[in-house]
């Protein structure tokens, strides 16, 4: 797949907007294509599957600011950033929502983005292809990537238009209810699953595959509180076509740096590269990397923009490996006041007066280098193994199966060599809530900054319940600010409001 993206894009899809009386001026550009003479061959095609790719480069979506959504905004990150409405952005404190970093660019991204997939859906049908299953695969692609954008935007802002056709300028889109959002995502998954394969040969690695899919059916599934669906999507990796193809792989900061990307642990990956160096546009050098760790690096080496809450070391803390050790996830998750005492890691080689303050180590570059800038490598694992064993004991635990369910946390405490649950934890026995309870808690070590959170949050009702808010905001006081019933999504950019009648502004803003 990294072979594949240097050339996403060389593509340039343009309209012809308007036409004159004149002919001299009516002159076409011939550095670029019209739709006209686009999607006319398989390579045409290929390349609009391809440009679909090309979004998750984009700073709205997963080269920057869907961090600052998923991770800051959740009770594991805030920011102190000088830049007081982008720090406003993570603490609930919506007061321009046309505030173009914190709303507009991501709401503007998902829709280019889908915008494409439906380009490609629109288009390619009436391609002539000579192998008819490469033709099948493009198209489930495109299904797949669409609702993967519809997934997180309802995570974000919940009641959004399902825009099914390529755009137009006089376009005015209805606005539909999260369930119909919901729907929209099932639809397109199930018709991606029907094509897609179990996996790929190595030069298209990184494209979804049926575990992706399954993947994104359960968190879809499990967001709508529908247990026995989300199980059977999820059985493909335990009694499925699935079955022993993903494994945990045995050193746990592989899941994070450049040197062992798509690995077995790994069911679905956003593939960054830092060979382009160029700008965020269309151009043929566009950058292809993540700006995550120049944003979330400690102060002195990046923008120290998003920083860790401290609870989670204290949590790490709390249990140590069957060795009497500390956890070694708490050393691959976090910059902290006493990583170079609790394990002689020096941050990025140096000696840090930095006071009590946490960072995110994830994805982080001084396992090899000095500093930060805008072209990290390391490719996003959007979905790992660990997660899904993590989902399966979850969903297992809510049909009544909590004694099964033991196994598959038991999975993740193992690689990190911590004691079975039930042994750690012999109070929980086949109690449902307090399972639950201690899962949240595990999610939380083995899951921490990759963006799951806000997701697991919203799932448990943790922001809906008073006292379950209370203890969330005991963690994070940004929580404080949390206003039940409204903060639960962002609010729709206030541009698109004023300019779409068939759109409202979600409830209470």
């Excluded at 963690?475 to 698109?496: A, K, M, T, W, Y």
């Amino acid at each position: 797949m990294k072979k594949i993206i240097y050339k996403i894009l060389i593509l340039v899809v343009t309209f012809q907007f308007v036409s004159c009386n004149d002919d001299l001026l009516d002159i076409p550009n011939p550095n670029t294509l019209t739709q006209a003479e686009f999607w006319q061959t398989e390579e045409d095609a290929r390349l609009g599957v391809n440009a679909i790719y090309a979004m998750f480069y984009k700073p709205g979506l997963w080269s920057r600011w869907i961090y600052f959504r998923l991770d800051l905004t959740s009770d594991e990150g805030f920011s102190s950033s000088p830049w007081l409405e982008l720090g406003d952005w993570t603490r609930f404190q919506y007061i321009n929502f046309n505030f173009w970093e914190g709303n507009v660019q991501t709401w503007r991204d998902t829709y280019k983005a889908i915008w494409r997939c439906n380009q490609v859906l629109a288009n390619l049908p009436n391609i002539e292809f000579q192998n008819q299953q490469e033709k099948n695969r493009l198209l489930a692609e495109a299904h797949f990537m669409r609702a993967l954008h519809y997934y997180y935007a309802a995570l974000l802002w919940e009641n959004i238009p399902i825009v099914l056709d390529p755009s137009q300028p006089e376009d005015l889109p209805e606005q539909k209810p999260l369930q119909e959002v919901w729907m929209q995502i099932e639809d397109d998954l199930n018709i991606a699953m029907q094509s897609l394969p179990v996996s790929f040969d190595a030069s298209n690695i990184g494209r979804p595959t049926k575990g992706a899919v399954k993947a994104f059916q359960a968190r879809a599934f499990m967001q709508q509180q529908k247990w026995q669906q989300a199980k059977e999507a999820l059985d493909y990796f335990f009694v499925g076509e699935g079955a022993g193809k993903y494994s945990l792989v045995d050193n746990y900061q592989d899941n994070f740096t450049h040197l062992n990307e798509n690995n077995s642990e790994s069911v679905f990956e956003i593939q960054f590269s830092d060979v382009n160096r160029g700008g965020d546009g269309e151009g043929p050098n566009a950058t292809m990397s993540t700006n995550r760790p120049q944003f979330f690096a400690p102060n002195g080496i990046g923008w120290s923009d998003g920083e860790a809450r401290p609870w989670i070391v204290d949590a790490f803390k709390s249990e140590l490996t069957i060795d009497g050790e500390l956890d070694i996830r708490l050393r691959h998750t976090l910059f902290y006041p006493n990583l170079e005492a609790d394990f002689g890691d020096k941050v990025y080689g140096r000696d840090w007066q930095w006071g009590e303050r946490v960072y995110f180590r994830k994805y982080a570059r001084d396992y090899y280098r000095e500093n930060e800038d805008y072209f990290a490598q390391n490719n996003f694992r959007m979905v790992r193994y660990a997660d899904i064993l993590l989902l399966y004991a979850e969903v297992l635990n809510e049909l009544g199966q909590t004694s099964n369910a033991y196994q598959y946390v038991n999975q993740v405490r193992a690689r990190v060599k911590m004691r079975p649950l039930e042994t750690a934890y012999p109070e929980i026995g086949n109690d449902p809530q307090l399972f639950l309870d201690r899962l949240k808690m595990e999610r939380a070590l083995e899951l921490f900054s990759e963006s799951v959170r806000w997701a697991d949050l919203k799932r448990w009702g943790d922001l809906s319940d008073p006292q379950k808010l209370a203890l969330v905001a005991a963690r994070d006081p940004d929580f404080n600010n949390f206003v039940i019933g409204r903060s639960i999504r962002l609010p729709i950019p206030q541009q698109e409001v004023e300019n779409n009648p068939n759109l409202n502004q979600n409830p209470q803003y």
